[in-house]
């Protein structure tokens, strides 16, 4: 290149065809790539000392190879998380290719004159290579097709599981293998992660403002307070990533405080199905192929229901805190009457009655226990199943109608419908025992208004 005439430019375009030769037969990125890098280099930088004439031509055929170059570079570059692990010499030299334009992009700026002549410097291939990332992201996590179905999952719970299983397995490979392929300077973990988190976190909104069946607002939450913090314990193991976690919070918070409402309701209902399903899992699924680690999977989850629980209850307003509380408390309390009046338990013997009322009233305790130290100041709730209990308990007719009366003064919103529901637990009452309990509770309760209603809402088939 030391001479410039018909010659050298026949030369040049000879080198020009090779190179794109090379790149079309897809020998040049396997094995070649960085000494083509460097050739161009040298060609571009070439460009001048020629005339304006001879710029033209030149520039345009080398343009065209960059052209396919950048395009076979960056088809790589979006499959990263699939070539990482299947061909990562193939990712490598993509990502080489990429260092080397930024490098000489980075060179070209830090010229105290840049020569005119190249205006295709700077060429920007680390933005172009934040665009492909995005779009890699985007499509990864819009291809559902490659989750297996669920079955009794709705369109809502497969996308979810989907975003979630694809964002941490895919991160896990960016942690793994891609990172270390790239200097520092590029954030490549930071840039992945945040990425991820944008588009999960978008879906996110979107399915919490749609309209959605209760299996499919738990399956939500439990993403966003559950699963998709364990997924951030992996970003904190990274660099250059605090803002992403921190949005990640704040994502938790605000759909957790938009749905709050639904879940004062419903809450009670879910834990007790999700229990009678575990339960049933563990009598008939003990030959299920992974039958302990989900029995020890959902043992861990009590604990971070529990918490769960709190957190749903964690308001800025310490009197809206309280309100929220005591509404859970009722709601408990009363779920728990509701199971008592299921007709669906009949005790014939003292001893019996004696452990279902010990029983009971040990739940009671916890209760009370677990709503007061949360902010509950219903107290007029903490008594009722305590009586319910010592009414199981008593063997006396003159005892128990005095606890039933004393029952009815308290709540004075029970009916004959009520305890006849609950009797049918004490199988050794006669019919004429059972009556007189029934009358004495109707004269009791005839003229009596509640003060705070807790059997009126509650229905008995």
């Known amino acids: 290149f030391c001479t410039w005439g018909k010659k050298h430019h026949w030369c040049k375009a000879v080198l020009v065809m090779e190179i794109n030769e ?41 343009e065209s190879v960059y052209e396919v170059l950048k ?43 840049p020569d005119q002549n190249m205006q295709f410097r700077p060429r920007k291939w680390k933005e172009l290579w934040m665009a492909t990332v995005k779009e890699s992201v985007e499509a990864r996590m819009k291809d559902t097709s490659r989750t297996p179905r669920t079955e009794n999952l709705s369109a809502v719970g497969q996308n ?69 913090p364990k997924i951030c314990s992996l970003l904190t193991q ?20 938009e749905l709050s409402h639904r879940l004062l309701k419903d809450l009670p209902a879910f834990l007790r199905s999700y229990r009678d399903a575990f339960e049933d899992f563990k009598e008939k699924s003990k030959k299920h192929r992974y039958y302990k680690p989900i029995l020890i999977a959902n043992i861990n989850c009590c604990w971070n229901f529990r918490q769960h629980i709190i957190v749903w209850m964690m308001v800025p307003s310490s009197a809206s805190q309280q309100a929220i509380v005591e509404k859970i408390h009722a709601r408990l309390v009363k779920e728990y009457i509701v199971r008592l009046l299921k007709r669906k338990v009949s005790l014939k013997t003292p001893a019996q009655q004696q452990a279902l009322a010990q029983h009971i009233s040990k739940n009671a305790a916890d209760l009370e226990a677990f709503c007061t ?23 006396d007719l003159g005892a128990i109608k005095i606890e039933v009366a004393t029952l009815a003064t308290t709540y004075p919103d029970i009916r004959k419908r009520h305890l006849e529901a609950f009797l049918h637990i004490k199988a050794n009452l006669s019919r004429s025992e059972l009556k007189s309990i029934l009358g004495y509770l109707a004269d009791s309760t005839a003229s009596t208004q509640p003060r705070a209603p807790l059997f009126s809402n509650i229905n008995v088939s």
């Open 160 to 228: 979810l599981l989907h975003m979630g299983k694809t964002m941490k397995e895919d991160l896990t490979v960016v942690a793994k293998y891609i990172k270390q392929l790239y200097p520092p300077e590029f954030n490549v973990f930071g840039i992945y992660a945040e990425l991820y988190h944008n588009y999960f976190a978008s879906e996110a909104k979107k399915n919490a403002e749609s309209h959605l069946e209760d299996k499919d607002i738990y399956l939500l939450l439990s993403w966003v307070h559950n699963f998709y």
């Open 71 to 113: 395009h076979k570079v960056f088809s790589i570059l979006k499959d990263s998380v699939l070539l990482a692990k299947t061909n990562p010499d193939l990712l490598q030299q993509a990502v080489e290719a990429l260092k080397e334009q930024e490098k000489e992009d980075q060179n070209y700026m830090s010229e105290n004159l």
């Open 238 to 257: 990274q660099t250059h990533i605090y803002s992403g976690q921190k949005r990640a919070e704040d994502i938790s918070k605000a759909v957790g405080e």
């Open 373 to 395: 130290t949360n902010g509950s100041q219903a107290k007029w709730l903490n008594s009722a199943l305590p009586k319910l209990a010592e009414i199981i308990r008593l063997q």
């Open 22 to 62: 090379l790149i079309q037969k897809r020998q040049l990125l396997e094995a070649f790539l960085c000494d083509a890098i460097q050739h161009l280099f040298v060609l571009e930088k070439s460009l001048s000392c020629k005339s304006e004439e001879g710029l033209n031509t030149s520039q345009k055929d080398i």
